[in-house]
């Protein structure tokens, strides 16, 4: 019981850091995984769970007018592909291989997050364009198999190399991620 009130907490406190930048498997998936479950287990648990968050999120920022519509179609191409790929790896790997997996991963997208935008300009170039589609493609296939923080990343990636400001941006990935879903 005590377990169960633990995740629920942590669920309450991850989706609110999700509503304002993201990182909600950052914070539910090692408090699943604590609990008990299998890692795939608590990564679909914890996808499931991000699905009222994404249709309000989408919601909003469009009711907003937020959303920066000639990127959705693109992103929304890469979105649905990289999640179908990194779901397959997810189901198919080795539980334990998995919760090494899932460590490493969150280890390795730290430093991203630090990226400044002044490393790649403030200008959208078709080259930087292509390059931040690159990007993406791997983090929705990152996304798909594990998912923790990969919303932050989806939109600091696209605010980094475009000339978009981090609300556009995270406006420009919530449809793509609500196919995706």
């Known amino acids: 019981m005590m377990t169960l009130l633990i995740v629920f907490i942590g669920g309450i406190i991850a989706s609110t850091f999700a509503a304002i930048g993201g990182g909600v498997g950052?914070?539910?998936?090692?408090?699943?995984?604590?609990?008990g479950l299998p890692?795939?287990?608590?990564?679909?648990?914890?996808?499931?769970g991000l699905l009222g968050l994404t249709i309000s999120g989408a919601y909003k920022f469009a009711k907003e007018g937020?959303?920066?519509?000639?990127?959705?179609?693109?992103?929304?191409?890469?979105?649905?592909?990289?999640?179908?790929?990194?779901?397959?790896?997810?189901?198919?790997m080795d539980a334990r291989l998995l919760n090494v997996v899932i460590?490493?991963?969150?280890?390795?997208?730290?430093?991203l997050l630090y990226l400044k935008k002044e490393a790649v300009g403030r200008t959208t170039t078709r080259g930087k364009w292509l390059l931040c589609l690159?990007?993406?493609?791997?983090?929705?296939?990152?996304?798909?198999?594990?998912?923790?923080?990969?919303?932050?990343?989806?939109?600091?990636?696209?605010?980094?190399f475009t000339d978009m400001d981090l609300v556009e941006a995270n406006g420009a990935t919530r449809i793509p991620s609500l196919l995706a879903a």
């Open 103 to 111: 460590g490493i991963l969150m280890l390795a997208t730290l430093p």
């Open 26 to 35: 950052l914070l539910s998936l090692p408090l699943l995984m604590l609990a």
């Open 134 to 160: 690159a990007v993406y493609a791997v983090i929705r296939i990152y996304a798909g198999l594990f998912g923790g923080g990969a919303a932050t990343l989806e939109f600091i990636t696209i605010e980094r």
């Open 66 to 92: 937020k959303i920066l519509w000639q990127y959705v179609l693109p992103l929304s191409i890469i979105s649905v592909i990289g999640s179908v790929i990194g779901t397959q790896l997810l189901v198919s």
């Open 39 to 48: 890692p795939q287990v608590a990564v679909a648990t914890s996808r499931v």
